[in-house]
């Protein structure tokens, strides 16, 4: 691919891809070496040390140097400042695609096109006509499928909420979301074809599933730490002014907890909760906020102060995690069982302590 290229960008692009894989065992190599990621990403944002956003584009200095880097860039921010679009960390990406097992001519269904920059990679590997792509927001879709077209490469590019897949050209060898979910949906299931492997974030890692029967599979987290976008749902305040009024009870589990070793299980035991942190001036943490979409909120300060309201106590959930947990588990040792009625993530093994994700539509 030589269109809108220049022999800057190509040679960076080499270096980038070596980078990423050095000893060649990833056969996506040659598609991020081929593939202008700064065509994809024609400008992003970064934050500034007062958390101000500023814009880069190509006539910027480091523009490309940024852009043919292992860094996840932020392509789009909501009228609040807070990021809805990115393209997601190099290496990351191409852990999930590994994890994929696709090869050509495998149909592969992406959920969370954004640039169209991974649609692009699946597109030049596995064939352009195998790749069914979809984004929630329109003006996203639209951005990435010229983009695709100014690539030659024509996947079909679909407006919608991915969670339902896409019927109409199912059965699909692979699914691959680029947007955290909660679980795996239902139609991913039920538009898999036999021995499909869907690879999604849920929760702060990603799922790789093998799908074994008609609504059934197994699998396992990768051992990368992933923290994607959520999938957009309607996002709710926390209850902290009521949490002041609360009685207060004491704890023996480190605020800090919330946020280093315990989040990826929290993520499976408080699927789509929200936390905050509070720092002194020295940006020592002093407390932590966590709350849920059904209204619970806790506060925990680091003098081991904790207040808890609404319709269930979520310092409890953490509290039974510190217990659980020892150091920091291994995302690897969390396997997950499904059924049409329940998606079941357990750690070490089948009897050890487990969590049931959210029911999937
Ligand atoms: C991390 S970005 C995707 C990165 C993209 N794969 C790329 O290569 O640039 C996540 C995307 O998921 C999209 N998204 C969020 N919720 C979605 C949903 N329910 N269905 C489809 N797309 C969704 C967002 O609009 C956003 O563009």
Known sequence: MTWLDNDTAAALREKFAITLAPTRTSAWRDAFASVPRHVFVPAFYTQDATGAWEHIGPGDPGYLEAVYSDRALT?????????????????????MLDALDARGGDTVFELGTGTGYNAALLSHRLGDQNVITIDVDPDLAGAAAQ?????????????????????????????IATAALRAIPEAFLKQAAPGAVIVAPVGYGVLRVTVTAPGHGTGWFLPTPAHFMPRRTPS??????????????????????VLGRLRFPLSLALPGHT?????????????VGIWTEDGATATAHVSGTVRQVGPRRLWDVIETLAETFAGEPQRQEFHVNITPTRQTVWYRTPDGPAWDLPQPR
């Open 75 to 95: 392509t789009q921010l909501d009228e609040q400042g807070i990021p809805t679009s990115s393209s997601s960390e190099p290496s990351l990406m191409l852990a």
């Open 147 to 175: 983009r695709l077209a100014a690539a030659g490469l024509h996947p079909f590019v679909a407006t919608g909420d991915g969670a339902g897949g896409w019927p109409e050209r199912a059965p699909y060898r692979g699914f």
């Open 275 to 287: 936390t905050c942190s509070w720092r002194g001036e020295d940006g020592e943490l002093t407390a």
């Open 236 to 257: 709710v305040a926390p209850a902290f002014d009521a949490a002041l009024e609360a009685e207060p009870t004491t704890t023996a589990t480190a605020p800090g907890d």
